[in-house]
């Protein structure tokens, strides 16, 4: 990712997501690197996949709100605006 090579870094973050799917966190890398290709949908996929893994990390509900409101889903960065207050 430091070196915005954002195929090989979704290609390593993948790896890691296969020995260990609840890694909430190689979810949330993976969703980076597909927001800075503007891969909305695919973002989207992976911070879901982040959340249900820890839903208490307000960086992964302020990734998921700013992508609500990229891809005009207002409900759902409702919903996640209120998460994250909670």
Known sequence: MRTSDWQNAIYAFG?????DDQNAEGWCNIASCYMQQ?????????????????????KIWENYII???ETLNYNKAVSGSREIIR
Request: aromatic share 4%.
């Open 15 to 19: 790896n890691s997501i296969s020995i």
């Open 67 to 69: 992508m609500c409101l």
């Open 38 to 58: 503007d891969k909305l949908k695919e973002a989207m996929l992976c911070l879901e996949q982040a959340l249900k893994q820890n839903r208490k990390s307000w």
